[in-house]
């Protein structure tokens, strides 16, 4: 969590710079969610996830240079400056390529389910969403599949609230999305915000079902989001939630809940690590150069 | 064409069905998925049965959920495994766009090249016995504009074969376009295994005066007209592109530099169809460089009309087609000329319903 957090106050600090061309979509306050479900997880599990991926991408122990690189748009980037922020990809950790329309991972992750499934795989697929992918038809489609042939995946909807700056009350019609999950027969589980211990038990116990091959959970995850839809600002200048409320979640932060469990000792030295790992991958990416023109054309077709 | 020791007969829904069933047979990542095509047509022909031999998890049917099943077959084929996925209508396609332009043509270039997507997906253009406005439409330009996906229209039994098999190895995205009236028409098919090259058009018959390029089923619609030419003595070229994307363009070219004429005849619209594609691509290659003249015909700018006299109209006909040839080898002032008669038995034959 606290790798997450300073990457991206570390790409705040830089944006004015314009080294990092390309929209962040920043996950600060959220990273509980990343954290508590991928520390469940294996190299060979499999992670889909969105276009707001930096935090997945690190706590599934995607390589931290090579994402700071993808931000400037360096040849040593995971995808050669070719993905940027919103589709940051690592195969050697099954990190799977990010999504920035909104949804069309969620079917992706359930055929590699599918594909696991048919290969006997002791693999499990993750696949995280906003609550804003949950409009789409294409997640209704996907967890009706995924139920209907018990496949081996994890459903975790992070529910910010906002899809860009419309509350999901404004969207969301009936008893909400546990019940939605439950009529495809799919066990799901709540849990809120500023429970980030209760969190990863439950998001344990989840992957162990799935484990076992009890068939596709889902776990909605209530969290929130401190910045603005895209870019690296605050956003109370659109005046779209109330400042209190923003205030009031910063206050509780959970990453202060999860350090204030460690002794001092054991945080700073955490930290320092931390520290240490998030300057080299800034190092790396100034030192790392942009790719050569003939790459324009590379990769359109898998060679 | 073909070797004739190991040659037979096939119709070109044999012809789909024998290249599906040998590659399963071969690779066992290779699987079948649509709308039926375990139920007893057997997608008319083309998937019949091959759960029994393969197993119910390699030939299934799905629920009707478009946009989510591409996208299923996309993670699958991310994962290694060889999907083919089966749409009785290239209408319905509309609905898995999303999957293949967003997912399916980005993958390997968004992620430099640490994803591929060996994805086939067959779309079925229908026609005839009242498909109407929903169940005849051709959208093999849409995705020939997008970088990063293959097409393939291939019109005989054994390119069917041959293409489907080269869809089928390639790790990138094929979208292969199969005609209804195509599916019973008959052909010498080796036995054997063997692979269609991307890009490679056919000269279905070769002749000095005029190039005709015919798209799918209008392929075989040319070489209709152009017996038709005979009696006007012009010699048409018919050829068949095969491969839409990419397009073999040095093929066409070279012909319309013999011929000064070029005729394309698409299964589809005209207005940012495959024929202005390849109409721009000739024009590009040879333009200033030989004078040309050139036509282009498809379906008439409405939507299918279902009533019989009406449709005859929509689409372009052996007669069609021959008079525009002959107009463009002896200029519209030429006196009129009146084809002669030919059946497209696929056409009138086909009893549908589907």
Redesign the interface.
Same mark, same amino acid.
């Given at each position: 969590m606290y790798l997450i957090r300073r990457v991206e106050e570390e790409i705040i600090r830089l944006y004015p710079t314009d080294k990092i061309k390309s929209p962040v979509h920043l996950s600060i306050g959220q990273e509980a969610v990343a954290a508590a479900v991928c520390d469940h997880l294996d190299q060979s599990d499999?992670l889909?996830g969105t276009y707001r991926g930096h935090a997945l991408y690190l706590a599934k122990g995607g390589d931290v240079p090579r994402m700071m690189a993808e931000l400037y748009g360096k040849v040593d980037g995971?995808?050669?400056?070719?993905?940027g922020s919103m589709?940051l990809?690592d195969?050697d950790v099954n990190m #799977?390529?990010t999504?920035a329309?909104v949804a069309?991972g969620?079917?992706?992750?359930?055929?590699?389910?599918?594909?696991?499934k #048919?290969?006997k795989s002791k693999a499990i697929v993750v696949c995280f969403f906003g609550e804003g992918a949950t409009d789409e038809?294409?997640w209704h489609?996907?967890m009706?599949?995924a139920a209907?042939k018990k496949l081996p995946i994890l459903f975790v909807c992070e529910n910010n609230f906002f899809a860009i700056y419309s509350h999901v009350r404004d969207r969301l019609a009936g008893p909400g999305l546990l019940a939605r999950s439950r009529a495809y027969g799919i066990d799901a589980e709540h849990v809120e915000d500023h429970e980030p211990i209760k969190l990863h038990e439950r998001a344990g116990e989840a992957i162990a079902a799935v484990r076992r091959g009890e068939g596709p959970k889902f776990l909605e995850c209530m969290t929130y989001r401190w910045r603005d839809h895209v870019g690296p600002g605050e956003d109370r200048v659109h005046q779209y939630r109330p400042d209190d409320e923003l205030d009031l979640k910063i206050a509780n932060d959970n990453l202060k809940i999860v350090s204030s469990l460690l002794t001092d000792d054991v945080r700073k030295a955490i930290e320092a690590e931390e520290e240490k790992r998030v300057a080299e991958a800034i190092a790396f990416a100034e030192a790392s150069q942009f790719p050569e023109d003939r790459e324009v054309y590379?990769?359109?077709?898998?060679? | 064409m073909s070797s004739p020791a190991s040659s037979r007969t096939l119709t070109y829904g044999e012809a789909v069905f024998e290249a599906t069933r040998s590659e399963m047979a071969r690779d066992p990542k290779v699987?079948v998925m649509g709308q039926g095509v375990d139920d007893a047509r057997g997608m008319f022909g083309t998937t019949l049965g091959l759960h029994k031999e393969f197993g119910a998890?390699r030939n299934f049917d799905?629920?009707l959920?478009e946009?989510?099943?591409?996208?299923?077959?996309?993670?699958?084929?991310?994962?290694?495994?060889r999907p083919i996925q089966v749409h009785q209508r290239m209408d319905f396609v509309l609905l898995c766009m999303?999957?293949i332009v967003?997912?399916a043509a980005k993958?390997?270039?968004?992620?430099?090249?640490?994803?591929?997507?060996?994805l086939v997906v067959r779309a079925i253009i229908g026609r005839s016995w009242g498909q109407g406005a929903q169940h005849s439409q051709a959208f093999h330009s849409y995705f020939m504009h997008i970088?990063?996906l293959?097409v393939v229209a291939p019109t005989t039994p054994h390119d069917a074969k041959g293409c489907l098999i080269t869809a089928i190895r390639d790790?990138?995205p094929v979208i292969m376009i199969e005609h209804r009236m195509l599916h019973n028409v008959k052909g010498v098919v080796p036995a054997e295994s063997y692979e269609i090259p991307y890009g490679k058009a056919r000269i279905l018959s070769p002749g000095k005066d005029i190039t005709i390029v015919g798209i799918s089923h209008m392929a075989l619609e040319c070489v209709r007209a152009k017996h038709l030419l005979e009696a006007a003595n012009i010699d048409a070229e018919v050829i068949d592109p095969v491969s839409l994307a990419p397009l073999d363009i040095e093929t066409i070219a070279k012909s319309v530099e013999r011929t000064g004429r070029l005729l394309v005849v698409d299964t589809g619209w005209l207005s940012c169809g495959a024929s202005s594609e390849i109409l721009s691509e000739v024009f590009e290659r040879i333009g200033g460089r030989r004078p040309f003249v050139a036509k282009r015909l498809g379906y008439l700018p409405t939507p299918c009309p279902t009533t019989k006299i009406l449709e005859n109209l929509y689409y372009p006909s052996p007669q069609s087609i021959s008079q525009a040839a002959y107009q463009l080898c002896r200029g519209a002032d030429a006196p009129a000329w009146q084809p002669g008669k030919v059946d497209s038995n696929e056409v009138a034959e086909f009893r549908g319903p589907f």
């Open positions: 499999v889909f995971c995808a050669r400056g070719k993905a589709h990809v195969p #799977m390529g999504s329309v069309t969620i079917s992706n992750a359930v055929g590699a389910a599918l594909a696991l #048919m290969q038809g294409a489609e996907s009706n599949f209907l590379d990769h359109v077709f898998a060679r | 699987f998890e799905v629920p959920a946009d989510a099943m591409t996208g299923i077959g996309i993670g699958a084929a991310l994962m290694g495994m999303n999957q967003n997912m993958m390997s270039y968004m992620f430099a090249g640490a994803h591929k997507v060996p970088p990063g293959r790790d990138n």
